[in-house]
Nanobody, 121 residues
Framework: QVQLVESGGGLVQAGGSLRLSCAAS????????MGWYRQAPGKQRGLVAT???????NYADFVEGRFTISRDNAKNTVYLQMNSLKPEDTAVYYC???????????????WGQGILVTVSS
């Protein structure tokens, strides 16, 4: 019923930038937390950044000031601006949104399809 569509990934050289977008569609009453996670080959999926509905932001330590997460509630979209990319940032990036479908319903988590970011050295 609710789907997240990610865009903006691709191939970039070390030191370059990419901007990821994740838009939710379907029956949506409210969206609480939004976040970005990533998974490299042979590793577990891990946190990149999260942003709450009231604007509180958390970043993983490896971000080191290079990334910025933001959201546009009118568009049901969360963004991840990534600058100064490193080869070790290469991974599949997944969007996550906590979505409430109606006034009576509770929240449930929805994941994007994953989008590949490749950083060459």
């Amino acid at each position: 019923q609710v789907q997240l569509v990610e865009s903006g990934g691709g191939l970039v050289q070390a030191g370059g930038s990419l901007r990821l977008s994740c838009a939710a569609s379907g029956t949506i009453f409210h969206i609480n937390n939004m976040g970005w996670y990533r998974q490299a080959p042979g590793k577990q999926r891990g946190l990149v950044a999260t942003i709450t509905n009231d604007g509180r932001i958390n970043y993983a330590d490896f971000v080191e000031g290079r990334f910025t997460i933001s959201r546009d509630n009118a568009k049901n979209t969360v963004y991840l601006q990534m600058n100064s990319l490193k080869p070790e940032d290469t991974a599949v990036y997944y969007c996550n949104q906590e979505i409430r479908r109606g006034v009576i319903s509770g929240y449930f988590e929805v994941w994007g399809q994953g989008i590949l970011v490749t950083v060459s050295s």
